[in-house]
């Protein structure tokens, strides 16, 4: 009995020292993923979870014909990453492309979309109708493995409370 507790307790202690693993996922973006904005952004901003390392990250802003419209300058503050934007004059969907890395932690790859319109003076001249690319919100994904072995560890740690209970319960009605 006392081995079966002293296994319990072992387990029970293995888990809490076990902490959850970091996994990094996509907090907030600016602009928001899949937003249309009628003001060209002088920056795209990434926040995320784990902070991420000074060095070997990479966003990308590409317009809607491809060519890179951020201009390179990386900048990390706290848990936000900062690309600079060249300045954006055409309407169309954008996409922003990143690769953030951070330590003890596989890198987040991913990308999201916004839309910009710029703005029109309206003419009495009768013009053709402008394609709407319909956008739709994308939404960030991120692991939830630390919650999860969270979750089963209380688990696992609540079936050995309940079983070294009833073995203290058991030997306190043997002992009357």
Not at 58 to 83: C, F, K, Q, S, Y
Request: glycine share 8%.
């Amino acid at each position: 009995m006392k081995r079966i507790a002293a296994l319990i307790s072992v387990i029970g202690i293995s888990v809490f020292m076990t902490g959850p693993a970091l996994a990094n996922s996509l907090v907030a973006t600016s602009p928001i993923a899949g937003a249309t904005l009628k003001v060209a952004p002088s920056a795209v901003t990434i926040t995320v979870e784990v902070m991420p390392m000074d060095m070997g990250n990479e966003i990308t802003v590409t317009d809607p014909t491809g060519r890179r419209v951020d201009d390179g300058t990386l900048t990390v503050a706290g848990n936000e990453i900062i690309v600079g934007m060249k300045e954006i004059t055409e309407s169309g969907v954008y996409k922003v492309s990143y690769n953030i890395i951070s330590e003890m932690d596989s890198p987040l790859d991913g990308s999201f979309i916004f839309n910009f319109s710029t703005p029109s003076i309206s003419t009495p001249s009768t013009s053709t109708p402008q394609e709407v690319i319909p956008v739709t919100p994308v939404k960030a994904e991120g692991s939830d493995f630390g919650t999860n072995l969270f979750v089963i560890g209380l688990l696992v740690i609540s079936f050995a409370v309940l079983v070294s209970l009833a073995l203290y319960a058991r030997k306190i009605f043997k002992e009357r």
